[in-house]
Protein backbone atom coordinates (compact mmCIF):
# COMPACT_ATOMS: atom_id res chain seq x y z
CA UNK A 1 0.00 0.00 0.00
CA UNK A 2 1.81 3.29 -1.00
CA UNK A 3 0.80 6.26 0.72
CA UNK A 4 1.49 9.81 -1.84
CA UNK A 5 1.47 11.65 1.12
CA UNK A 6 4.97 10.47 2.57
CA UNK A 7 8.31 11.97 0.78
CA UNK A 8 10.55 8.95 0.36
CA UNK A 9 13.26 10.92 -1.86
CA UNK A 10 14.06 14.88 -1.12
CA UNK A 11 15.91 16.71 -3.34
CA UNK A 12 17.77 20.42 -1.80
CA UNK A 13 19.59 23.35 -3.68
CA UNK A 14 21.29 20.75 -6.38
CA UNK A 15 23.51 21.91 -8.87
CA UNK A 16 26.15 20.21 -10.62
CA UNK A 17 28.92 21.68 -12.40
CA UNK A 18 31.27 20.38 -14.53
CA UNK A 19 34.71 21.05 -16.78
CA UNK A 20 33.27 24.74 -15.87
CA UNK A 21 29.62 24.10 -17.08
CA UNK A 22 26.47 24.31 -14.98
CA UNK A 23 24.79 20.70 -15.95
CA UNK A 24 22.44 21.22 -13.22
CA UNK A 25 21.32 24.27 -10.70
CA UNK A 26 19.09 24.87 -8.01
CA UNK A 27 16.74 21.59 -8.46
CA UNK A 28 14.51 21.17 -5.33
CA UNK A 29 11.51 18.19 -5.39
CA UNK A 30 10.21 15.66 -3.32
CA UNK A 31 9.38 12.16 -4.75
CA UNK A 32 6.63 10.95 -2.42
CA UNK A 33 5.80 7.10 -2.20
CA UNK A 34 3.77 6.23 -4.78
CA UNK A 35 4.79 8.48 -7.71
CA UNK A 36 5.19 7.97 -10.66
CA UNK A 37 7.59 10.72 -12.26
CA UNK A 38 8.25 11.14 -15.82
CA UNK A 39 10.88 13.24 -16.55
CA UNK A 40 11.63 15.01 -19.96
CA UNK A 41 13.71 17.57 -21.86
CA UNK A 42 15.87 18.66 -24.37
CA UNK A 43 19.43 15.88 -25.04
CA UNK A 44 22.10 17.49 -22.66
CA UNK A 45 19.52 18.76 -20.36
CA UNK A 46 20.82 17.10 -17.23
CA UNK A 47 18.41 14.35 -16.92
CA UNK A 48 20.73 11.20 -16.67
CA UNK A 49 23.06 13.47 -14.05
CA UNK A 50 19.22 14.13 -12.11
CA UNK A 51 19.20 10.34 -11.80
CA UNK A 52 22.46 9.32 -11.18
CA UNK A 53 22.36 12.34 -7.93
CA UNK A 54 19.26 10.85 -6.45
CA UNK A 55 20.73 7.06 -7.03
CA UNK A 56 23.47 8.96 -4.93
CA UNK A 57 25.89 7.68 -7.98
CA UNK A 58 27.08 10.94 -8.93
CA UNK A 59 27.69 14.08 -6.04
CA UNK A 60 26.44 17.19 -6.20
CA UNK A 61 28.03 20.19 -6.39
CA UNK A 62 26.47 22.08 -4.33
CA UNK A 63 22.70 20.43 -2.46
CA UNK A 64 21.70 17.02 -0.68
CA UNK A 65 19.46 14.24 -1.56
CA UNK A 66 17.86 12.91 1.52
CA UNK A 67 16.47 9.04 1.42
CA UNK A 68 13.49 8.92 3.83
CA UNK A 69 11.80 5.93 5.68
CA UNK A 70 7.90 6.03 5.83
CA UNK A 71 8.25 7.76 9.55
CA UNK A 72 9.91 10.10 7.60
CA UNK A 73 12.96 9.65 9.31
CA UNK A 74 16.40 9.82 7.42
CA UNK A 75 18.09 6.74 6.22
CA UNK A 76 21.03 5.67 4.43
CA UNK A 77 19.83 3.86 1.64
CA UNK A 78 16.57 2.65 -0.05
CA UNK A 79 15.35 -0.82 -2.45
CA UNK A 80 16.25 1.20 -5.42
CA UNK A 81 15.80 -0.99 -9.17
CA UNK A 82 17.65 1.11 -11.68
CA UNK A 83 18.04 0.81 -15.35
CA UNK A 84 20.79 2.82 -17.02
CA UNK A 85 21.47 3.82 -20.37
CA UNK A 86 22.43 1.03 -22.47
CA UNK A 87 25.76 2.88 -23.95
CA UNK A 88 26.37 2.94 -20.14
CA UNK A 89 27.17 -0.78 -19.99
CA UNK A 90 30.31 -2.60 -21.27
CA UNK A 91 28.25 -5.64 -23.35
CA UNK A 92 32.12 -7.73 -23.71
CA UNK A 93 31.76 -8.00 -20.09
CA UNK A 94 31.64 -11.96 -19.65
CA UNK A 95 28.24 -12.71 -18.42
CA UNK A 96 25.37 -14.44 -19.50
CA UNK A 97 21.48 -12.91 -19.40
CA UNK A 98 20.52 -15.17 -16.80
CA UNK A 99 23.58 -13.80 -14.15
CA UNK A 100 22.78 -10.38 -15.41
CA UNK A 101 19.38 -10.70 -14.38
CA UNK A 102 20.20 -12.57 -11.23
CA UNK A 103 22.63 -9.70 -9.97
CA UNK A 104 19.48 -7.69 -9.38
CA UNK A 105 18.92 -10.07 -6.34
CA UNK A 106 23.28 -9.34 -4.81
CA UNK A 107 22.88 -8.74 -1.39
CA UNK A 108 19.16 -9.94 -0.72
CA UNK A 109 20.43 -13.46 0.55
CA UNK A 110 17.41 -15.20 -0.44
CA UNK A 111 18.86 -18.83 -0.82
CA UNK A 112 19.25 -20.13 -4.24
CA UNK A 113 15.65 -22.09 -4.85
CA UNK A 114 14.18 -18.43 -4.50
CA UNK A 115 16.68 -16.66 -6.43
CA UNK A 116 16.16 -19.74 -8.79
CA UNK A 117 12.46 -19.32 -9.32
CA UNK A 118 12.85 -15.68 -9.04
CA UNK A 119 14.99 -15.44 -11.96
CA UNK A 120 13.27 -17.65 -14.14
CA UNK A 121 10.23 -15.77 -13.36
CA UNK A 122 11.45 -12.41 -14.24
CA UNK A 123 13.23 -13.89 -17.74
CA UNK A 124 9.84 -14.83 -18.58
CA UNK A 125 8.72 -11.70 -17.83
CA UNK A 126 11.06 -9.73 -19.96
CA UNK A 127 10.79 -12.32 -22.77
CA UNK A 128 14.68 -13.87 -22.56
CA UNK A 129 14.05 -17.46 -21.37
CA UNK A 130 15.41 -18.87 -24.33
CA UNK A 131 18.40 -16.71 -24.57
CA UNK A 132 19.49 -17.45 -20.52
CA UNK A 133 22.50 -18.84 -21.15
CA UNK A 134 23.75 -16.51 -23.66
CA UNK A 135 26.42 -14.48 -23.24
CA UNK A 136 25.22 -10.84 -23.37
CA UNK A 137 27.54 -9.63 -25.99
CA UNK A 138 25.76 -11.87 -28.57
CA UNK A 139 22.13 -9.99 -27.60
CA UNK A 140 20.27 -7.07 -29.81
CA UNK A 141 20.52 -3.56 -28.55
CA UNK A 142 16.98 -4.49 -27.28
CA UNK A 143 17.31 -7.77 -25.69
CA UNK A 144 20.38 -6.14 -23.72
CA UNK A 145 17.65 -3.32 -22.39
CA UNK A 146 15.03 -5.79 -21.49
CA UNK A 147 17.78 -8.17 -20.06
CA UNK A 148 18.78 -4.64 -17.91
CA UNK A 149 15.54 -4.29 -17.13
CA UNK A 150 14.61 -7.94 -15.77
CA UNK A 151 18.00 -7.11 -13.26
CA UNK A 152 16.46 -3.60 -12.27
CA UNK A 153 12.73 -5.16 -10.87
CA UNK A 154 13.73 -8.47 -10.12
CA UNK A 155 13.82 -7.73 -6.44
CA UNK A 156 10.75 -6.11 -6.45
CA UNK A 157 12.84 -2.54 -5.23
CA UNK A 158 10.76 0.28 -3.39
CA UNK A 159 11.96 2.72 -6.04
CA UNK A 160 12.67 1.70 -9.60
CA UNK A 161 14.58 4.26 -11.49
CA UNK A 162 14.54 3.99 -15.53
CA UNK A 163 17.10 5.97 -18.10
CA UNK A 164 15.08 5.89 -21.57
CA UNK A 165 13.91 2.30 -20.89
CA UNK A 166 11.89 2.13 -24.46
CA UNK A 167 15.22 2.64 -26.11
CA UNK A 168 16.23 0.07 -28.79
CA UNK A 169 13.63 -2.07 -28.07
CA UNK A 170 11.30 -3.33 -30.81
CA UNK A 171 7.15 -1.82 -30.95
CA UNK A 172 5.74 -5.76 -30.07
CA UNK A 173 7.63 -5.66 -26.72
CA UNK A 174 7.11 -1.62 -26.00
CA UNK A 175 3.57 -2.60 -25.40
CA UNK A 176 5.26 -5.13 -23.09
CA UNK A 177 6.70 -2.60 -20.76
CA UNK A 178 3.68 -0.32 -20.59
CA UNK A 179 2.17 -3.33 -19.14
CA UNK A 180 4.22 -4.55 -17.16
CA UNK A 181 4.92 -0.61 -16.11
CA UNK A 182 0.89 0.18 -15.33
CA UNK A 183 1.51 -3.28 -12.68
CA UNK A 184 4.67 -2.14 -11.20
CA UNK A 185 3.40 1.47 -10.53
CA UNK A 186 0.32 -0.04 -8.27
CA UNK A 187 3.12 -0.75 -5.64
CA UNK A 188 6.24 0.70 -6.83
CA UNK A 189 7.42 4.22 -6.91
CA UNK A 190 8.59 5.15 -10.16
CA UNK A 191 11.12 7.88 -11.73
CA UNK A 192 11.31 7.55 -15.94
CA UNK A 193 13.19 9.36 -18.56
CA UNK A 194 12.26 9.10 -21.68
CA UNK A 195 11.55 11.10 -25.01
CA UNK A 196 8.89 9.05 -25.91
CA UNK A 197 5.89 10.13 -23.70
CA UNK A 198 2.77 9.66 -25.43
CA UNK A 199 1.88 6.62 -23.57
CA UNK A 200 3.75 7.05 -20.45
CA UNK A 201 2.05 10.66 -20.05
CA UNK A 202 -1.26 9.10 -19.46
CA UNK A 203 0.20 6.79 -16.88
CA UNK A 204 2.19 9.58 -14.96
CA UNK A 205 1.13 11.01 -12.15
CA UNK A 206 3.51 13.78 -12.41
CA UNK A 207 5.89 15.53 -15.42
CA UNK A 208 9.22 17.11 -14.59
CA UNK A 209 10.99 18.98 -17.64
CA UNK A 210 14.60 19.02 -16.84
CA UNK A 211 16.71 21.66 -18.81
CA UNK A 212 19.85 22.21 -16.45
CA UNK A 213 16.74 23.47 -14.18
CA UNK A 214 13.68 22.27 -13.28
CA UNK A 215 11.92 24.25 -15.80
CA UNK A 216 8.46 23.11 -15.17
CA UNK A 217 6.22 20.87 -12.94
CA UNK A 218 2.93 19.41 -13.45
Known amino acids: MTHPDETIISLRGISRRWDGRDILSDINFDVNRGDFIAITGPNGGGKTTLLRII ?11 TYLDPQGNPVKGLPIGYLPQKNMIDSRFPVT ?61 EVLVLDEPLSYVDKQFEQSIYTLLEQLAASTTILLVSHEMSTIAGMATRHLVVDHTLNVEF
Open 55 to 65: LKLLKPTTGSV
Open 97 to 157: VHELVASGLTGEHLGRERERTLTASTLATIGLTAHADKPIGVLSGGQLQRALLGRAIISSP
